[in-house]
């Protein structure tokens, strides 16, 4: 039995020696080191699938970052026309720090070209959304890219289905990536095999079940017709849209791109279908700026994209640096709230300093219970530095959009989340438009009448039990 307990002994003393050399190696933040740490080593198994599933960090994606810099070369060299001006846009357009520092910031940490030849609508719901694509869609005449995190097999996406089958048997390029894991709910196998009989690509981001990339999805919001024509925003297909689903009714944002912002989102597609597929789908002419060009339109727009294999948490950042420079008012909307530490302390620091700051958060529902209570301990935390959340009532937020000073605002698919600012694949459009900006505000101002005011003073006297359930789920926030 002394011979036993000396080998477990010894096999844990390696075993606690080894995780620790690697967790400390990896030259993390003090705290995230010490609780891998911790988790190692009271609970090897449970903590280890953990890591594996949440933990690791961006070098585990060392495949896919060599595909992004074998591409980089030919995407710049195949942009070069955009590329081009972009100097010159970012100093005409540059009239305040603010602005220049942004744009800086966003062609650097994601590399995104500033684009200026762009037309650019905000489609407020599906209702506004779902029929203009469809008749993009029906117009195409050489290629349709689609990838969307949760893609439903229900009425509308048979709707989609007929019209994609259509071009695709007429001879239009089709190709669609779905997330396996956010598309599961209702998904019929047979509809991607009638797909792919009217010669439709559908494809899955990933395999669901590779330990691998299990827990690192692909949220983004893609639709690019002929390379000219693009969507993206926070709403993804189904009927869920149209008749809010579990929920009386949806409230979601998205935009139509008319120009070299499509090109843009088009180019984001093809290193997707290319990690997902293998496939090598970049062209002179698949890529062509000067066909992009709208007749109408001069509107400034950069695409930007992160990722767990990013180089840095770009639309982390992005949302930093639009609170941070705000000189007059933010406004933000998201489904979740469940904060890091720099965004939370952002937001607290914008508001003790004057600066209005309002967030508008969709009130939990059946499907969200525990990034809800997990959301309480962070609204409570900023609303005491004065910071105004508003839960939306009507029905389910799920638009994800931040506006500052009447002047700038992003559009996209991240939410105000850990997951979203870490963990899965998203995408944001940032409009340089005072006018778009302001029509943003405006549907924001109107969202208003459909909510309550976060009461902290109410939250501190619920019960206890409550409150310390709100903390446990807190715990979980990198997970949600």
């Excluded at 594996?52 to 070369?73: I, M």
């Excluded at 469809?134 to 990838?147: P, T």
């Excluded at 190709?175 to 598309?183: K, Q």
């Excluded at 005072?434 to 501190?460: K, P």
Aim: with cysteine.
């Amino acid at each position: 039995m002394d011979q036993i307990g000396n080998i477990v002994t010894a096999s844990l003393t390696v075993y606690a020696l080894a995780t620790g050399i690697f967790l400390i190696s990896e030259n993390r933040r003090p705290q995230a080191t010490l609780a891998w740490m911790l988790a190692f080593f009271f609970a090897p198994g449970i903590g280890l699938l953990a890591y594996v599933l949440f933990g690791r960090p961006r070098k585990a994606f060392s495949r896919r970052n060599l595909l992004g810099e074998d591409l980089e070369g030919r995407v710049v060299s195949l942009l070069r026309p955009i590329l081009g001006r972009e100097d010159e846009a970012i100093t005409k357009l540059s009239n305040n720090s603010g602005h220049r520092r942004l744009m800086t910031l966003v062609r650097r940490n994601s590399r995104s070209a500033l684009t200026t030849r762009n037309k650019v609508e905000i489609l407020q719901d599906a209702a506004a959304f779902y029929p203009r694509m469809m008749e993009d869609l029906k117009a195409a005449r050489h290629s349709i890219y689609l990838q969307y995190f949760i893609w439903r097999t229900d009425g509308f996406g048979e709707q989609l289905k007929s019209i994609l089958a259509e071009k695709a048997r007429s001879g239009i390029q089709v190709r669609l990536l779905y997330d396996p894991l956010g598309s599961r709910a209702d998904f019929n196998p047979g509809y991607v095999a009638d797909m792919q009989a009217a010669g439709v690509q559908m494809v899955p981001t990933s395999p669901l079940y590779r330990i691998h990339t299990i827990s690192y999805r692909n949220h983004r919001k893609i639709t690019v017709v002929d390379g000219t024509i693009g969507y993206t925003g926070g709403m993804n297909i189904g009927d869920e849209h149209i008749d809010g689903g579990k929920y009386p009714s949806w409230r979601d944002t998205q935009i139509r791109l008319t120009g070299e912002a499509a090109t843009l989102l088009q180019a984001v597609f093809m290193v997707d279908w290319q990690s997902a597929t293998g496939e090598d789908l970049f062209s002179e002419s698949a890529l062509a700026t000067e066909n992009a060009v709208p007749a109408e339109g001069d509107i400034p727009v950069q695409i930007l994209t992160s990722g767990p294999d990013s180089d840095w948490a770009a639309i982390r950042q992005l949302y930093f640096t639009m609170i941070s420079t705000a000189r007059r008012h933010v406004f933000l909307q998201s489904p979740y709230f469940v904060l890091d530490a720099s965004i939370a302390e952002a937001l607290k620091t914008a508001a003790l300093s004057g600066i209005d700051v309002r967030v508008m958060l969709s009130a939990p529902g059946p499907s969200d219970i525990l990034a809800g209570w997990a959301g309480n301990t962070y609204m409570a935390e900023v609303v005491a530095a004065g910071v105004r959340v508003y839960l939306y009532t009507k029905g389910y937020l799920h638009a994800k959009t931040i506006s500052v000073d009447s002047e700038i605002c992003s559009i996209g698919s991240a939410n105000m989340d850990i997951r979203s600012f870490s963990i899965n694949y998203e995408l944001n459009a940032v409009l340089y438009s005072a006018r778009l900006t302001t029509e943003l505000e405006r549907a924001f101002e109107r969202d208003l009448a459909y909510c309550t005011a976060f009461d902290v003073a109410e939250y501190r006297r619920r019960n206890p039990l409550l409150r310390f359930r709100d903390s446990v789920a807190r715990l979980l926030s990198p997970l949600m």
